[in-house]
Nanobody
Framework: QVKLVESGGGLVQAGGSLRLSCAASGSIFSINHMGWSRQAPGKQRELVAHITSGGSTNYANSVKGRFTISRDNAKNTVFLQMNSQKPEDTAVYYC??????????????WGQGTQVTVSS
């Protein structure tokens, strides 16, 4: 019933910037937290950034000071601004949201992922 779609991934050179977007749609009453995770080849999935419904944020130490997470509650959308990118940022980035449906059910949803490649 709920779908998350990421966009904005692509190829960028080291030191450059990308902005990821994730739009949620479907039977949504409200969205609690939203976040971004990533998975590089041969690595475990890593939480990158998290934002609560009230706007409180948390970041992985590896991206703190370089990435910024934000959300537009009116559009059920979360963003990840990635600056000063490093080759180590290369990964598939996944959007995640905890959604309260119109029926009152709480569910944890994930997007399909978008590839980010940072070249040196």
């Amino acid at each position: 019933q709920v779908k998350l779609v990421e966009s904005g991934g692509g190829l960028v050179q080291a030191g450059g910037s990308l902005r990821l977007s994730c739009a949620a749609s479907g039977s949504i009453f409200s969205i609690n937290h939203m976040g971004w995770s990533r998975q590089a080849p041969g690595k475990q999935r890593e939480l990158v950034a998290h934002i609560t419904s009230g706007g409180s944020t948390n970041y992985a130490n590896s991206v703190k000071g370089r990435f910024t997470i934000s959300r537009d509650n009116a559009k059920n959308t979360v963003f990840l601004q990635m600056n000063s990118q490093k080759p180590e940022d290369t990964a598939v980035y996944y959007c995640n949201a905890v959604v309260i449906s119109n029926s009152g059910r709480v569910g944890d949803y994930w997007g399909q992922g978008t590839q980010v490649t940072v070249s040196s």
